[in-house]
């Protein structure tokens, strides 16, 4: 693995190159992007596509790349150019995209922006809110979790997106009566930690879960889009919007291994199937 640092004026962009050089790729580069998860995340991913080209990397203001343009929201739109610029420094020509979660959101946003940037784009579980029939009730249930971190902190906020996570089906009057969650059922530590600044848990990444699909743009590029979603988690939020985006676009869901993470290995401690999860997006990128 290669490390390089793109400078722009609005941010310093870390990536990581693993595998054969663009040129000696059997395959175009493949991209692995997330939101918030940064590139370390995909090591487990990574290792079962030895033999191509793999680049992660760390969006703007998290990890190692450092912003320099003063702000502190996560912005699709924003995140797409960082990713264009990251292809055209390659200098392989079109590539192939996978994109989870918040990745997937600014996968879209790059394909809506430069198509010919990317010939096939995996987009697995994007959170995207309005592609749920729930919509209003989603959005409710997110402020509930901002609200209790912003009250009470990481332990607070974490509980609550666990709880928002996990829910089955839409978010009914039963999920709003529930008490709030309580950190300890959930093994998080009590107390508050001071911050609020986490990308996940705050305000800052309102602009990945309320980003609008473009799907009038998405139906005219040559891109190939897939939409996945994990076979353990099509009834949760993750995986009810992206049934809901796959329809938007005219598809159906294409089902991957295990859950919303379902491509980790040991990286946060919840381990999904990775050698199944890479074999399905290894089918799916040849197909």
């Known amino acids: 693995m290669t490390t390089h640092t793109l400078e722009t ?6 990536y990581d190159v693993h595998g054969p050089a663009p040129a000696e790729s059997p395959r175009p580069p493949l991209l692995m992007i997330g939101q918030p998860m940064t590139a370390e995340g995909f090591a487990t991913l990574a290792s079962h596509f030895g033999d191509r080209t793999v680049v992660t990397y760390d969006p703007r203001g998290l990890g190692r790349s450092v912003r320099k343009d003063g702000r502190e929201d996560h912005v699709p739109a924003l995140q797409a150019e960082d990713i264009h ?4 420094a390659l200098g392989a020509g079109a590539v ?7 990745g997937a959101v600014a996968g879209f946003a790059l394909v809506t922006a430069h198509p010919e940037d990317v010939r096939t784009f995996v987009a697995h579980e994007p959170p995207l809110i309005e592609s749920l029939p729930d919509a209003d009730a989603a959005a409710r ?15 607070a906020g974490m509980a609550a997106f666990m ?3 996990s ?13 709030p969650a309580d950190p300890a059922q959930f093994g998080l530590p009590s107390g508050d930690d001071g911050r609020r600044d986490d990308p996940l848990l705050s305000d800052r990444s309102l602009g990945v879960t309320n980003y609008h699909l473009d799907v009038e743009a998405l139906a005219a590029v040559p891109t190939q889009i897939v939409v996945a979603v994990g076979e353990e988690s099509r009834k949760v939020f993750t995986g009810r919007a992206a049934v809901g985006t796959a329809e938007r676009l005219g598809q ?22 990775p050698e199944a999860f890479a074999k399905k997006l290894r089918e799916v990128l040849e197909s």
């Open 96 to 102: 192939e995209v996978f994109g989870s979660s918040g």
């Open 252 to 273: 159906e869901a294409t089902v991957f291994p295990s859950h919303h993470g379902g491509f980790l290995g040991g990286e946060f401690g919840y381990a999904g199937q």
């Open 141 to 155: 249930a997110s402020q509930v979790m901002r609200d209790a971190y912003q009250a009470k902190g990481f332990s």
């Open 163 to 165: 709880a928002l996570g």
């Open 85 to 88: 610029a990251v292809i055209q």
């Open 167 to 179: 829910w089955q089906g839409e978010f009914t009057d039963a999920f709003f009566a529930q008490p």
């Open 9 to 14: 004026p609005a941010a310093d962009i870390v």
